[in-house]
């Protein structure tokens, strides 16, 4: 019989919370059953194993972030709303680095998958922050690819200790903003010709 108040939701928050902490790299059933005061046989009760886990960790992320970008561009447009994206993405991969990391590399099952609805939230955020571009319907997708890989590329680096250099990194993330500005509003320009 499952344990009282144990459910798939706590045991993912927990190992969530565990990846954040050591490294999803690290993360172990056992850990988890530590943390939360049970033995390892209980979790199987509420989920199936270290992969659904991750995937369950990866969904919570992704909607985690989702949330937090759909607030963070609340009444905002152009280089305000890019400003406001970078900011949220390298906040969340800060606070959250193992949660984060669930996410990358990991693929839907299907439309319907919890995991497609999770990351098509944040994917709809991000394009949210492009509302005030007037950009060609062709180019709208590279220009969210763009911009999801210069701030999961940005944030990643930082989080892990990659900027080496001694110049501080937060006007280099206002340069990266300034810059894809610029760049969005030279595409624009060229489509209204």
């Known amino acids: 019989m499952p344990r ?30 530590a943390r939360l005061g049970v033995k390892t046989p209980s979790l199987y009760k509420h989920v199936e194993g270290i992969a ?20 963070a561009l609340q009444g905002r447009s152009g280089r ?3 400003g406001a994206a970078a900011q949220t993405v390298r906040s969340y ?18 439309p319907h998958d919890p995991l ?25 997708v590279h220009a969210l690819r763009m911009l999801r890989s210069v701030l999961h590329g940005f944030a990643t680096i930082e989080a892990s200790g990659g ?3 001694a110049t501080d990194v937060d006007p280099s993330l206002t340069w990266i903003v300034g810059f894809l500005d610029h760049g969005f509003l030279s595409i624009e320009n060229k489509a209204v010709r």
Request: proline share 3%; no cysteine.
């Open 163 to 165: 900027f080496q250099m």
């Open 93 to 110: 991969v800060r606070r959250h680095p193992g949660r984060y990391d669930a996410t990358v590399g990991i693929r839907p099952d299907g």
């Open 116 to 140: 497609a609805i999770a990351l098509d939230r944040t994917l709809g955020s991000f394009a949210a922050a492009l509302h005030g571009y007037t950009l060609d319907p062709a180019d709208e």
């Open 52 to 71: 659904d886990l991750t995937r369950r960790i990866a969904i919570l992320a992704a909607d985690e972030l989702g949330d937090e970008l759909r607030d």
């Open 4 to 33: 009282a108040g144990l459910d798939a939701g706590t045991v993912t928050a927990a190992a969530a919370t565990l990846a954040d902490e050591e490294g999803l790299a690290g993360l172990a059933m056992n850990a988890v059953a």
């Open 80 to 82: 305000d709303a890019l």
